[in-house]
Structure formats: structure tokens, C-alpha cells
């Protein structure tokens, strides 16, 4: 464990630390509550090899039943685990048949076995058990006083597992305002994801970040995953001058010159109008001007989105070979909104990426579970983005195929994007026809007519200016010429004539 000037010790458990506020009072004591299956031996067990490996003196002492043999058995599984600590820097006991006498025999031990251990780090897993056994709120006092009061004097810092939360009946057990830091451990409660999540009641002289975060238990250990938006924004870089291409020369030219550095850019339209292909032009052209590139996609897989760029004249398998282009895809099924923002930011980080292309804002839309937290989740999103200097391009499918009416409300993102391309199918002379148009591009000119593309061997092609046909939005596209007309004065019961 690291102290820093304010003397809060970090947990080594990722995440946990920014939740904390940077980590925990030295020498004081955190309580860790939630029911059993929770995480909270994982969670504490993760905390003692941290401390330990770091070169700290780790008394890990259990109050169950359970030996610690088989204890061992069941932790050891995770990689996080190494048993060259055991007996040296990490000591595992169990004070069981002890905790029968009485709280003080109890509290007489632990203070005589950190003094013996020289420990650093004192953790009691199981404090319900002293509870059952000795119910009276007095001796709960008197022992956590004594013990908190005697490991702090010798320097060392306790850490205190319950499960008493759900017995709570609106009175406080005393460890709950005794402790100078309290985190909660949560189960799975039926919405979607099915995740367990963590709360910090509070902390004593650290900035701790309230809510409820994600946790996730793996073959790892424990992992805390802030909410997204409670990430500090760092100092924005300054915007790129010079615009990105995107691979089609006349999209280009509608927009001035191309993608402004450091936008966000939101490319909607119906299935089956290209949106996907936009984007994988778009990195493809990235990587051809040796700019790294980052996509992220949930629906199809590496193989189909190569197979899909191989048969329009695009070659993805080459940039991703030479590391210009790193492809991650989330399944879209359980998945948690801030562990996959993070992992995103974590690859921009670690790839260098300038492009950002997400295959699917509608799937990304659809891992927020709480709709309260839309605006901030993405907000934050697209910030972090600006301030990494990242160009970014997402994709969203809009639920009307042709129709009079733009299906476009939705996701925050639109707001916050400073530029919206729409790509639709009208009906035009019995066939249906691809149209594009810039709906927005902020602070800058772009071209505001109504295009029609095409998709053939080499991608989208996006056709030189025509005329514009009336209707085109309405999916009732006819020229003006084709307009039809009556003629004035025909004949009673003879047809009018039409042009």
C-alpha cells in the first residue's frame, strides 16, 4: 500500500481507490458490509495481498467457522493469490473457538497478535459472529474501542468485515459510527445487468464518490467500476486544425474539407443504408494516412466486419496487422455501461488512437440501464473524447426504413455531437434510392443539399450535385417536371392528362 501527505492507504483493488477518494484513513478503521456472497472476503483478501506484496506485515484473522485450510483452498483459485506470502509477510488465522469466552478475550488477542506480528495491517473477517454470540451493544462498543483505540497506538490499520446491514431496523450498530470509512457490497438486485454493485457510505478525510458502482468478481479478483460520468475531466487539447477524411471525396467536399479534429460525429440512417460501411471508410483511410484508429463494435464480429470491408474494396485485416487499427467488440448481452466506457478510454490510451469509430450508439445507449444517468454517462463520453484530441464517428439506426417522418429522437449523443449525417431510402420511379445530408455541422459551412449515393465494389459513392427532387423527404420523390397537374377545362368523364 502507498500513503500519500494526507495519509490515506490504497486498496490495490482497481477502481476502488477513486471511489475512495485516493484510499482509506491510515491507521484507522474501514467497516465492509454486505451479505454473505457479496465479495467481501474476496474484496479484503485482495487488500492483504496488496498490502503485503507491497512489503507491509498483513494479519488476516477469521472468526468463522470455516478452517483456515479450506479458506485458502477457495481464495487460492484467484490470480491474484501468491502463496510465497504465506507464513512471511501474510499471516491466516482463526480465533473461532476463542470468540465463545467473551469480546474482550477477543479484543485481548487480536491487540497481542498484532504486537507479536508486528502487523501493519490488521483484518477481522466475520464481526457478525462476535455479534451473535455476544448481542449486548455495550461490548460491541467497548470492543471495537479498545481494539481501534490499541492498533492505531501500535500503527496499524484494521479493516472490519459484517454482514449485519439487513438487521438494521432503524438502529445503527455501533460500527457503523465508529469506523472512520464504511463500504457497502451489494447483490444482483433483478434489473439488468445482473451485476453487484458498491456504495461508500463515507470516509473520513477523503473526497469519496457517492453512488452505486459496478463490481465485478472474476478469476482477478474484484474489480470497481465507477460510474462513468464521476470521472475527472482532464484539461481539454487544443482541437486539430486540419480536417480528417472520410474516405469518400464528395462527402469531403460537403463538409468543407472533411471531419473537424477533435469532433464527434453521429452517421444515422435506416438498416442497410451504409452507416457501417461510412465508418470502416472512414478508419480505413485513417490508417492509410498512418493515423491509428480504434473501433468498436457489439453486433458483428471481427471475421464478418472483415468479410464485409473485403467485399466492398476496403482491407481491414492490414492496418490491424501493422497496429494502425485496434478492433474490440462488446457482446452486446449484460454488459455494463462504465466498464465498457472505460475500456474504451483505456484502449485510446494505450493505442494512441486519433479515430474513434463506434459501430452501434444504440447498443451503447442501451447498457445504460438507469435513464437518469443518459445525459451525464455521454456527455462525460464525448468530453473525454474532445479532450484526448480524439475524432470520433458513432452509428445509430433509426427505426423508419421510408416515410414522411425523421425518426431521430433518442440518444443525448445527438445533442451533444457537433455533427449529424442522415442517410435514408426514398421511393423513387418504383425502386428504392439511398440519400444522404449533413443535418448539422457545428461552427463550420458545410453543404446543406440532399445527395444521393451509391454502394457498389469500391464502398459508398456519394453522386456529384443534381437537382433536387421534390418530395425526397417524404419518400414521394418525383421531379418537378414529373409533377402531376390537371388540365383546366377537360372534358366531363375524360381522363386528365398527366406529365
Known amino acids: 500500500m502507498t500513503s500519500n501527505a494526507t495519509k490515506l492507504l490504497g486498496t490495490g483493488i482497481p477502481g476502488l481507490d477513486h471511489v475512495l477518494g485516493g484510499g482509506f484513513f491510515e491507521r484507522g478503521m474501514l467497516l465492509v458490509f454486505g451479505p454473505p456472497g457479496a465479495g467481501k472476503t474476496t474484496m479484503v ?3 492483504a495481498h496488496h498490502a503485503a506484496s507491497a512489503g507491509r ?28 506470502l504465506i507464513g512471511k509477510r501474510l499471516f491466516i488465522e482463526s480465533i473461532y473457538p476463542l470468540v465463545r469466552q467473551g469480546v474482550a478475550e477477543v479484543a485481548s488477542a487480536l491487540i497481542g497478535t498484532a504486537r507479536s506480528r508486528g502487523a501493519q495491517l490488521l483484518i477481522l473477517d466475520g464481526l457478525m459472529t462476535i455479534r451473535d454470540l455476544h448481542p449486548e451493544s455495550a461490548a460491541h462498543r467497548y470492543f471495537l474501542h479498545e481494539v481501534g483505540v490499541a492498533l ?36 444482483p438486485d433483478g434489473s439488468r445487468p445482473q451485476v ?39 484539461p481539454s487539447a487544443p482541437s486539430p486544425a486540419e480536417r480528417l477524411s472520410t474516405g469518400q471525396p464528395e462527402l469531403d467536399a460537403m463538409m468543407s474539407g472533411g471531419l473537424p479534429g477533435g469532433s464527434v460525429t453521429i452517421a444515422a440512417g435506416a438498416p442497410g443504408t451504409g452507416k457501417t460501411l461510412v465508418l470502416l471508410q472512414y478508419l480505413v483511410e485513417g490508417a492509410r494516412q498512418g493515423q491509428k484508429g480504434l473501433l468498436v463494435g457489439f453486433r458483428e464480429s471481427y471475421r464478418d466486419l472483415s468479410a464485409t470491408a473485403r467485399s466492398f474494396g ?8 501493422e497496429g494502425l487499427l485496434t478492433v474490440v467488440r462488446h457482446v452486446p448481452a449484460e454488459l455494463v455501461i462504465d466498464e465498457v466506457l472505460a475500456q474504451v ?37 464525448a468530453e473525454l473524447v474532445r479532450a484526448r484530441g480524439v475524432t470520433a464517428l458513432f452509428t445509430r439506426e433509426t427505426g423508419q426504413v421510408v416515410g414522411p ?22 421511393e423513387f420511379r418504383g425502386a428504392l434510392r439511398r440519400i444522404l445530408s449533413i443535418l448539422k ?29 421534390e418530395g425526397l423527404l417524404t419518400a414521394i420523390a418525383r421531379l418537378p417536371s414529373e409533377r402531376r397537374v390537371k388540365r383546366r377545362g377537360t372534358a366531363a368523364g375524360r381522363p386528365e392528362d398527366s406529365r
Open 45 to 47: 483478501f485482495q487488500m
Open 57 to 84: 506485515q498483513v494479519v488476516y484473522v477469521s472468526t468463522l467457522a470455516e478452517p483456515a485450510p479450506r479458506l485458502i483452498e477457495h481464495v487460492g483459485t484467484l490470480s491474484f493469490w501468491d502463496p510465497r
Open 152 to 187: 492505531a497506538a501500535l500503527g496499524c490499520t484494521v479493516v472490519v468485515t459484517t454482514s449485519e446491514v439487513a438487521d438494521m431496523r432503524g438502529s445503527t450498530p455501533p460500527e457503523f459510527t465508529m469506523s472512520d470509512a464504511v463500504v457497502e457490497l451489494r447483490h
Open 196 to 234: 453487484r454493485a458498491l456504495s461508500v457510505w463515507k470516509n473520513r478525510g477523503a473526497p469519496c464518490v457517492l453512488g452505486s458502482h459496478a463490481v465485478r468478481i472474476t478469476a482477478d479478483g474484484l474489480t470497481v467500476h465507477p460510474r462513468f460520468e464521476t470521472r475527472p475531466l482532464p
Open 314 to 321: 476496403l482491407d481491414l485485416d492490414g492496418p490491424v496487422r
Open 345 to 381: 478510454l483505456a484502449e485510446l490510451e494505450r493505442t494512441g488512437a486519433t479515430r474513434l469509430g463506434v459501430d452501434g450508439l444504440a447498443e451503447l445507449d442501451d447498457t445504460i440501464v438507469d435513464e437518469r444517468r443518459r445525459f451525464g454517462v455521454l456527455a462525460s463520453l
Open 405 to 426: 417522418e425523421l425518426d431521430f429522437a433518442g440518444s443525448p449523443l445527438e445533442v451533444l455531437a457537433e455533427n449529424v449525417l442522415l442517410l435514408r431510402y426514398v
Open 441 to 469: 455541422m457545428r461552427g463550420t459551412m458545410h453543404d446543406h443539399s440532399i445527395r444521393q449515393y451509391e454502394i457498389g465494389g469500391e464502398g459508398i459513392r456519394v453522386l456529384s450535385r443534381q437537382e433536387s427532387a
